[in-house]
């Protein structure tokens, strides 16, 4: 999986790609799809939602250019794969998923994994976590046609954030760096992800 998917389609960090080879992605998917764990595809999990394609969670966390000091917000906990892969790499990971049954199962999976530096919140992430705010990095991982406010507020200056941004069809992965308040925009490419709904449930609101 990291030869033939990550680093042969540009993934160069050493420490993304061993945080990768140490994240056991059978372990967060459906015992039935056990087989397809190291598959190039986003596989599905409960509540119809589903775990990244193992490339897009390299690329996104490559992107959030992690030295290990960092505290991390990721909206969309879902399996809890990606969680487990920022708890590697950064200092804090705060996580937030609308589903509580998805985020007690992956609670359940990175407690005993040993992870004792993720707290899973469930909420609506469109409105961020400000009671630990700023945050160094953010991720989304749901797409939304545009960077929910509440999400930029709560980054720091000098903060990396990653989303997949677009309608719901496909979106344009984007590192956005703040800089001064204001964002600096770079592409990753092309992606499809699940979308990011507000509480209320309407995944065409302005988030
Ligand atoms: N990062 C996950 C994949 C996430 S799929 C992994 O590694 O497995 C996207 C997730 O975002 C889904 O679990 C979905 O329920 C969640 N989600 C969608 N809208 C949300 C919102 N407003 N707040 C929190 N979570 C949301």
Redesign the pocket.
């Known amino acids: 999986m990291l030869d033939e998917q990550l680093t042969a389609r540009g993934i160069r960090s050493a420490r993304v790609l061993a945080a990768l080879g140490r994240v056991d992605r059978a372990y967060?998917v459906p015992d039935t799809l056990r087989p397809d764990a190291y598959a190039d595809r986003a596989l599905p999990?409960a509540?119809e939602?589903?775990?990244?394609q193992p490339y897009i969670?390299a690329l996104m966390t490559e992107a959030l250019e992690l030295s290990g000091s960092e505290r991390v917000l990721?909206?969309?906990?879902?399996?809890?794969?990606?969680?487990a892969v920022l708890a590697e790499l950064a200092a804090w990971v705060v996580t937030?998923?609308?589903?509580a049954e998805?985020s007690r199962e992956a609670a359940r999976r990175l407690y005993s994994l040993g992870y004792q530096n993720v707290s899973l919140i469930v909420?609506?992430?469109?409105l961020g976590w400000p009671e630990l705010a700023p945050y160094d990095r953010i991720v989304i991982?749901?797409a939304g046609p545009e960077v929910p406010p509440a999400l930029w507020e709560q980054l720091a200056e000098g903060g990396i954030l990653v989303a997949p941004l677009g309608p719901p069809e496909s979106q344009d992965l984007q590192q956005i760096r703040k800089i001064g308040g204001q964002p600096l925009v770079c592409s990753l490419g092309g992606c499809r992800?699940?979308?990011?709904?507000?509480?209320a449930g309407a995944s065409d609101e302005p988030?």
């Open positions: 967060f999990i509540c939602q589903t775990i990244s969670v990721e909206i969309g906990t879902g399996s809890g794969y990606q969680a937030v998923e609308r589903h998805l909420g609506d992430g469109t991982t749901a992800f699940v979308p990011l709904l507000s509480a988030a």
